[in-house]
C-alpha cells in the first residue's frame, strides 16, 4: 500500500455543503443517482460516494490547521479507500486497531502504521520481532511495563527493535476523581505515571520509545448536539469545554515529562473526528487521528464541531408491502457497537421520512419501515441507509461500490472481502 498517487479514479466532481445536501444535488437528486448507478445490482449492498468521501478528507485537514492526519483504519476498513485517503495533501501514515492487521497492512505495502490499541498477540509480535521492515514501519501501543514482558517473552529469536507509544489517559477527573468523564483506557493520567513507563521502556534494550497518544473519547466521540436531546446536549457542550482544557494543561506536562526522559519523541497523535480543530490547536500535538469523518455515519450529524457529507450508505431491498404506510425491507438489522440504544441503529435515509416500526426495529431478517414515504416504494425497490458508526459497516459486506456521479466506477473489497476479521 502506498501513499502516493490515487489507485482509484479521482472524483471529478466538486464541492458540497454540510450533512449531505450537496450544493450541485438534493438528497432526493442523490437517491436518483444512486438508484441509477446501482441498477444493475440486487441489493444487499454497499457503496461509497467519492465525491463526499474526498470532500471529508479535504475538510478533515482544514481543520487540521497544518498539522498530518494519520487515517484510523477500524472507521474505513478498506485497503483501497485507505490508500485513497493517503493520497490526501495533508495525510500521513495509518492508525490500526490490531497488530495481526498492521502487519498484514505493511505487507502490503503501507510504510507507516501506529497501533491504537495495546496487543498480546504472540504470534504478531514474533512476526515483528524478526522482520526487519516490519519493526521499522510499526509502532506497538503500550501502558504497562507488564507489555514488554510480554513482547520479550514473545520474540521467539527475534532480536529486532520494537518501537513504542505510550497512551496517555485523556479523561476528566473530578471531585477527587469520585466523577469521571472518558473511556476506561490507560492507567496513566497523570504526567508523574507516564513518565515513569516511559523511563521503563527506554533503560529496556530492545525498544525504542517514538510516541505518545492521548485519544479524548468524550470530546472527540461524544455528540453534543443531539436531537430532542436540548439539556443533555447543553451539559455535554458544558462537560466538554471544561475536559479540553483540562487535557490541554494535562497532556502539555505529560509530553514535557516523557521529552525529559525521551529527547528524540517522534510524534504526539491526539484527536479524533470531533475534535480535530481543538487538539490541532494544541502545541504539544504533532498529529491528529481520524477516520469516521471520512464516510460520515449517522451519530455524528450530532456534533457542532464537525458536519460532513454521508458518503458511506447501505441498500436493502422491499420485499413485503404489509399495508399503507408500511415497507418491509430485507434484513438490516446492523446495530453498533457501544452501549445499547436506538442510536446505535442505522439510519433510513431514502427516501426521506421513513422510520421504524418500534415492535419490530432493524431485524435481522426483516425490517418494516413506516412513513408515508412508504407508500411510494414497490416490491424490489431500494431503501438507503446510513449506519451508526463509520467502519463496522464492512464487516457486513464483502465490497464497496465506488460511485461518481450516477455511475460506479470501481468496487473494491473491504477487510470482510480480502478474507480479513481481525476481532
Known sequence: ??????????????GGSAGGHGCTT????????????????DPPFAIVDLEAFD????????RAGGKPVRVVSKSVRCRALLERALAHEGFAGIMAFTLPEAVWLVRAGARDVLVAYPSVDRAAYADLARDPGLAAAV???????????????????????????????????LLGGRLRFGVLRSPLHEPDRIADVAQSVVRRP???????MAYEAHIAGVGDKVAGRALHSGAVRAMQGIARKELARRRAAAVRAVRAVAPDLEFVNGGGTGSVQHTAAEEAVTEIA????LYQPHLFDSYTSYRGRPAALFAQPVVH???????????????????????????PYLPAGLRYDPQEGAGEVQTPLLGSPADSLRIGDRVWFRHAK?????????????????????????????????L
Do not use: Q, W
Open 26 to 41: 438534493s438528497r432526493a437528486g442523490d437517491r436518483t443517482r444512486y438508484d441509477r448507478a446501482t441498477a444493475h445490482l
Open 321 to 347: 408491502r404489509p399495508g399503507p404506510g408500511v415497507a418491509t425491507v430485507l434484513g438490516g438489522g446492523y446495530p453498533a457497537s457501544g452501549a445499547a440504544g436506538r442510536d446505535r441503529l442505522p439510519a
Open 55 to 62: 470532500a471529508n478528507a479535504e475538510g478533515l485537514v482544514r
Open 1 to 14: 500500500m502506498s501513499s502516493k498517487g490515487r489507485t482509484l479514479p479521482p472524483s471529478t466532481a466538486t
Open 139 to 173: 509502532t506497538v501501543m503500550i501502558d504497562d511495563p507488564a507489555h514488554l514482558d510480554l513482547i520479550d517473552a514473545s520474540r521467539d529469536g527475534g532480536t529486532e527493535e520494537i518501537r513504542v507509544c505510550l497512551e496517555l489517559d485523556t479523561s476528566l477527573r
Open 390 to 422: 463509520a467502519g463496522e459497516l464492512c464487516e457486513r459486506f464483502d465490497a464497496l461500490h465506488l460511485v461518481e456521479g450516477d455511475r460506479i466506477t470501481a468496487s473494491v473489497p473491504t477487510y470482510r472481502g480480502e478474507g480479513r476479521t481481525f
Open 206 to 212: 530492545g525498544f525504542r520509545l517514538v510516541g505518545i
Open 290 to 293: 481520524a477516520g469516521s469523518g
